[in-house]
Nanobody, 119 residues
């Protein structure tokens, strides 16, 4: 099992930026597709973005397209989520997860990091 640890959350004003990090354990990080999800109070967890093992391919939810950027550093076993032009509706706990391929379920999950955007 891969351990995933998110960091970088916090309180930011609307229009501001934050960068989240997710550090993974193990030696096979580059084999996994990595994704970011979020869950706001009273709502279901929703997909935010994903990135292929090589980092070449990315995909975003419409709600964050053009504002968020997912990237990864396989040498550091870390995936990032750069969030810009933040809105109050981006307030949520953000989670990272991995999957062995797009056909597989998301397997391992981090504990989450809180992002709060004030208006």
């Amino acid at each position: 099992q891969v351990q995933l640890v998110e960091s970088g959350g916090g309180l930011v004003q609307a229009g501001g930026s934050l960068r989240l990090s997710c550090a993974a354990s193990g030696r096979t990080f580059s084999r996994y597709v990595m994704g970011w999800f979020r869950q706001a109070p009273g709502k279901e967890r929703e997909f935010v973005a994903r990135i292929s093992g090589s980092g070449v391919s990315t995909y975003y939810a419409d709600s964050v397209k053009g504002r968020f950027t997912i990237s990864r550093d396989n040498a550091k076993n870390t995936v990032y989520l750069q969030m810009s032009s933040l809105k109050p509706e981006d307030t949520a706990v953000y989670y990272c997860a991995n999957q062995q391929s797009y056909a597989n379920s998301w397997r391992d999950w981090g504990q989450g990091t809180q992002v709060t955007v004030s208006s």
